[in-house]
């Protein structure tokens, strides 16, 4: 469980890198890569947005609730 967390982690700072991109200078490098609105690059959102509510779970992982 803990490699499929580092990967989840890695894409969603990928994506978060992405929209820094986008809010800085306009530029969704998605979109560069895959082209718009195209097969390849709404796998890539989905991606993003599944590997997101996996690391919810890193969130809660090491809580104490002593």
Do not use: P
Not at 26 to 45: K, P, S
């Amino acid at each position: 469980m803990e490699t499929l967390q580092k990967i989840a982690l890695t894409i969603t700072i990928i994506g978060a890198l992405n929209w820094g991109l986008i809010g800085l200078f306009d530029f969704n490098l998605v979109t560069a890569l895959f082209g718009e609105a195209t097969m390849m690059t709404r796998i890539v959102y989905i991606l993003v947005g599944i590997t997101s509510l996996i690391n919810i779970g890193i969130l809660f992982k090491h809580l104490d609730y002593d």
